[in-house]
């Protein structure tokens, strides 16, 4: 069946800092793939997405490549800042089907000012 | 527009009784989505309604979970008899058929059992 793996947090940044946040996922055939953000008390929120193999999705600052030959689609931001701390969820959608995602486990991003 | 909204935020419930949660999504989305979201996990997915039909609902919605959504507008998950697994957030979203990867959450409710 469908999974993803994330790195494990917390990962701590000073303010500025270059992030990468590491997803890699098992799925058959060509699935969509996401990233969602969490802040503290708040529902999840689409930040950016992916639906064919070597696409870049963007949002806010963050990157994320589809890349297929390794199956990975990492989280990338070049200058973090605090207001990004967070949990990060990485998740994919087979395609067709009924658009229900599988998530992985979220990885907290604490950033220091 | 004001978002998806869940009812009550914090639920505390002895083992046994029975508890129901309430989601309204936000208006003109036709799809309403139930997960559950243990600490450490992300969401993992329970059941969904497109309109008022419930169309697919995943094994780790036992007999003892219902969920309605009788006029396609608000939905309702119920509990009986809840049991110390039953500890968790359950997040609610919707989306539209037009841009059905466009899911919008909930806060949540956290459901603690003792």
């Known amino acids: 069946g469908n999974s993803v793996t994330q790195m494990e947090g917390p990962v701590t940044l000073s303010e500025e800092a270059f992030l990468t946040i590491n997803c890699t996922y098992t799925?058959?055939?060509?699935?969509?793939l996401f990233w969602y953000v969490q802040y503290p008390g708040e529902g999840l929120q689409l930040l950016l997405k992916a639906t064919k193999a070597d696409d870049k999705g963007s949002n806010k600052g963050f990157e994320a490549t589809y890349r297929k030959e390794t199956t990975s689609f990492h989280l990338e931001k070049g200058s973090v800042q605090v207001s990004d701390s967070a949990v990060y969820f990485c998740?994919?959608?087979?395609?067709?089907?009924?658009?229900?995602?599988?998530f992985g486990r979220g990885t907290s991003l604490i950033v220091h000012p | 527009d004001t978002g998806v909204s869940q009812d009550p935020r914090h639920k505390i419930t002895k083992r046994g009784q029975n508890v129901t949660f309430r989601c309204d999504p936000i208006s003109e989305h036709n799809r309403l989505y139930w997960y559950r979201q243990t600490l450490g996990q992300g969401p993992e997915f329970l059941t969904y309604f497109q309109n008022e039909a419930q169309l697919e609902k995943s094994r780790l919605l036992s007999d003892r979970f219902s969920a309605e959504r009788p006029k396609g507008s608000f939905s309702t998950l119920e509990i009986q008899r809840t049991e110390q697994g039953d500890s968790a957030m359950y997040l609610c979203?919707?989306?539209?058929?037009?841009?059905?990867?466009?899911?919008?959450f909930g806060p949540g409710t956290r459901l603690t059992v003792t």
């Open positions: 979203a919707s989306s539209s058929i037009g841009a059905r990867d466009e899911q919008y």
């Open positions: 799925a058959t055939g060509y699935p969509s």
């Open positions: 998740a994919l959608r087979s395609s067709g089907g009924s658009y229900i995602p599988t």
